[in-house]
């Protein structure tokens, strides 16, 4: 099975940046979509962004555009999530997580990761 473990959660001022990485082991393809979620406190569970193995093609929800950029490396077999000009309101446990293509369920996922951004 696919196992996926985040990385780079931590304490951040608000306007300063984070780095999280999503590492994965076991049964992996290039056709697979990898995605960032979170879940704030007493909120649902988002997309924040998606990227594509084999294309790169990224989505970014409209609350991030602009701040975070999500990448993949295909040698590493990473997803990682640069978030910059962090505000508070990105308090949230980030998950990674990862489907194959024509799947709309994403099948496998992390533990997550918590990021808290202060004022």
């Known amino acids: 099975q696919v196992q996926l473990v985040e990385s780079g959660g931590g304490l951040e001022q608000a306007g300063g940046s984070l780095r999280l990485s999503c590492a994965a082991s076991g049964r992996t393809f290039s056709s697979w979509t990898g995605g960032w979620f979170r879940q704030g406190p007493g909120k649902e569970r988002e997309v924040v962004a998606a990227?594509?193995?084999?294309?790169?093609?990224?989505y970014y929800a409209d609350s991030v555009k602009g701040r975070f950029a999500i990448s993949r490396d295909n040698a590493l077999n990473t997803v990682d999530l640069q978030m910059n000009s962090l505000k508070p309101e990105d308090t949230a446990v980030y998950y990674c997580a990862a489907r194959r293509a024509g799947r709309a369920k994403y099948e496998h996922w992390g533990q997550g990761t918590q990021v808290t951004v202060s004022s």
């Open positions: 990227i594509t193995w084999s294309s790169g093609s990224t």
